[in-house]
Structure formats: C-alpha cells, structure tokens
C-alpha cells in the first residue's frame, strides 16, 4: 500500500518528466537556419546553409523514383559510406521552398536517411552531405507526371 510521501514524490516526477517533455521541442526547434528555410532559390539556401557551394560526389547515393504518379509523398534516400557524417540536406530546384528537409546526424552515426517528401512538379532533387571537412552532393530529376499520359 502506497502512503501519501509515495504519492507525492511520484506525481512530483511526473511532473517533472513531463516539463522536461515540453521544454526540449523548444531547444530542439530554436537552433533551425530560418533563413535557409526561407531562402527563394536552391543556391541561396545551399549558400545560407553551408556558406559554400557542394561538389558533386560519386561517394553520395540519391535515390528516389524518376517518374511518379503523384508528388505528394515521394520516397527519398541518401546513403554515404563516408565517415563523420555531420548533416544531410535535402533541396528541390525550383520549389516555392528549396529546402526541404536537413537531418542532423549524432557521432559514429551511420550515414542514411530514408523519409518521403513532396515535390510539386518535375524537379531536379538534390542531397548535400556536410562531414567534418567535405561538402559533397548527387542530384536526381523527379518527373511527376499528375495523370497525364507521358
């Protein structure tokens, strides 16, 4: 049977737990490059994001359908063998957002993302890897044909 200090101390971790929960989606969320989010073109948000401009990488795999029916959820993979993978970012040229996505690794995390994404009309995909020294990237053309016949 459970007296009342047990009570307490229990609803009293909960409670803590719970701010904990609250307050961590804010520190998480702070730290977003709002600029490059909100950049018009896919080389000002390359530039706002990296300060440089990526080389196109063979050791960089992109990999997502080349015709699709419907845009709305795209999937998409990057994979990379190389090692310090820091972030992977995902740009769509020509997009109202170029930016559409920026996964921050952990150390000793293994470099691949897999997600779903959307893309308007046929674009051009483009994935940028940022390791401790390099900035490299591989690009796709995504041709979404909307119910039309070719």
């Given amino acids: ?12 971790s909960c409670g803590a737990l719970l701010g904990i929960g609250v307050l961590l989606p804010r520190q998480v969320l702070a730290e977003w490059n709002q600029a490059a989010f909100a ?11 990296f300060g440089a ?6 050791e960089v795999h992109l990999k997502l359908p080349m015709r699709v029916a419907d845009g709305m959820s795209v999937p998409v993979s990057v994979i990379t063998s190389l090692p310090n993978v820091e972030s992977i970012s995902l740009f769509i040229e020509g997009s109202e957002n170029p930016l559409v996505a920026e996964f921050i690794l952990p150390a000793r995390a293994q470099g691949e993302v ?11 995909v483009t994935a940028v890897v ?7 990237s591989a ?4 041709k979404i044909s909307s119910g039309d016949c070719g």
Avoid: F, H, Y
């Avoid at 401009?53 to 063979?58: M, T």
């Fill in 130 to 136: 940022k390791t401790g020294e390099q900035l490299l």
């Fill in 53 to 58: 401009e990526p080389v196109v990488s063979d």
């Fill in 139 to 142: 690009s796709q053309e995504a």
């Fill in 39 to 49: 950049a018009e073109t896919q080389a000002e948000a390359i530039k706002l994001m």
């Fill in 114 to 124: 897999l997600t779903r994404i959307r893309i308007p009309q046929t674009s051009t």
């Fill in 1 to 12: 049977m459970m007296n009342r200090r047990a009570v307490i101390k229990a609803i009293t």
